[in-house]
């Protein structure tokens, strides 16, 4: 995985990579000439991964192919530290970000609560709504509660309060890379994951009361833009390849540009841990799969430049809440408390967050013997 951070001797980010517990100074293997010829002068002696996104899969692959040569050979010793040598920082410079609401299960499950939110565009159009770049923030970022309009129920007119529906959203993120299409043009499906550089762990923080008053006629603002937290690490699809799984057909069948040759999808395990304010511990509460997804990443892709919008290496893409079928795999307290109707059964009881509580969610793509981990993406609630 590729990431961004802080040496302790220096006060500005530059590129790192890790292997288990420790972490490949880029930089420093760069000055050394290793990635000469391959690519670009100074790639890796940047504050973000931005330069080495905007190049193409096939230099990506390369990247990784030396560092797996040069560590299997000890050839890289000179540069490995702990990772505790840095601090780690967002990994791209976001100039947009959109968030999907791809899986169909999150969809049944809030139509169960709500039924408006049934509806008859669903399995024609990959709905997505462009989120605030400014608040995406690292891991480990407190989420201050947030503030604004409710409409408590029986009321004749709305309040302006602190949320107190504060929710969390398990996504997985995605980064664009590549070279990227022009104003106008339209990246199309069967090649859209030459555009698709890896993936992050994304955590959409929501405030369910404002979203409830406010998302009608034009979907969720503030409610959504207050903070989205990812992880450190991004894990490109060539780290991937290995995982990758056929997705059901879709029915209906899709529009044609939206129709793909191969639909396929990685098989990455996603899981929920909380800790309330009151505990001591983690507890896991749910589980999840990158599989559940409806509408495929390419197909994101392609459906967001239909129109002819350009996208740009280092956008972020949100795949929207990924559920199972089951509480348990459930990647809200938003469907796992039936919107506040049924108590989470943690050593304490919850049906939304209270200030004090972490939550952490975790992912990872199991082979035979090894794993390949995205890190963790934690956050505190704290009163605002």
């Known amino acids: 995985p590729f990431a961004c951070g802080v040496p302790k001797e220096s006060k500005i980010p530059n590129c790192i990579s890790r292997i288990g517990d420790k972490v490949i100074d880029l930089k420093k293997l760069e000055e050394q000439g290793v990635f000469k010829g391959t690519l670009p002068d100074n790639t890796f002696s940047q504050s973000t991964l931005n330069k080495f ?5 096939s230099h990506w692959k390369k990247v990784r192919e030396i560092l797996t040569d040069k560590l299997t050979n000890s050839q890289v010793d000179f540069c490995i530290r702990p990772l505790s040598d840095f601090e780690l920082t967002l990994p791209a410079q976001i100039g947009d970000y959109t968030d999907f609401y791809s899986c169909k299960n999150h969809r049944d499950n809030c139509g169960k609560m709500f039924p408006k939110a049934i509806t008859p565009n669903y399995e024609w159009v990959p709905i997505a709504y462009h989120g605030r770049s400014s608040s995406v923030m690292l891991s480990g970022t407190p989420v201050l509660r947030p503030s604004g309009q409710v409409m408590p129920p029986e009321a004749s007119e709305p309040l302006f309060m602190k949320s107190q529906w504060l929710d969390y959203e398990f996504e997985m993120g995605y980064f664009i890379g590549g070279k990227t299409n022009n104003y106008g043009e339209t990246i199309q499906v069967d090649k859209a994951e030459e555009n698709i550089f890896g993936l992050v762990i994304l955590n959409d923080w929501s405030a369910r009361d404002i979203q409830a008053w406010e998302y009608i006629p034009l979907g ?24 990758k799984t ?12 939206l129709q793909e040759k191969n639909r396929s999808i990685f098989d990455v395990n996603l899981e929920t841990h909380y800790k309330a304010s009151e505990m001591e511990n983690f507890q896991k509460i749910s589980s999840s799969n990158l599989k559940e997804l409806y509408w495929s990443l390419n197909q994101q892709v392609t459906h967001h430049t239909e129109t002819g919008c350009k996208l740009r290496p280092g956008d ?30 943690l050593p304490v ?3 939304f967050l209270q200030d004090g509580d972490t939550v952490k969610f975790t992912a990872f793509a199991q082979g035979e013997g090894f794993r390949v981990g995205f890190g963790e993406c934690t956050s505190c609630v704290q009163s605002s």
């Open 349 to 351: 009881e919850r049906f």
């Open 316 to 345: 972020l893409m949100g795949t929207g809440t990924i559920s199972g079928t089951t509480k348990d795999s459930a990647g809200s307290l938003l469907e796992m408390s039936e919107a506040a109707k049924v108590k989470i059964l």
């Open 220 to 243: 969720p603002f503030n409610s959504k833009n207050f903070l989205t937290t990812i992880s450190p690490w991004v894990v490109t699809l060539e780290a991937l390849k290995e995982f």
């Open 53 to 57: 996104m905007e190049l193409s899969p």
């Open 246 to 257: 056929e997705m059901p057909q879709q029915s209906p069948s899709p529009l044609p540009y």
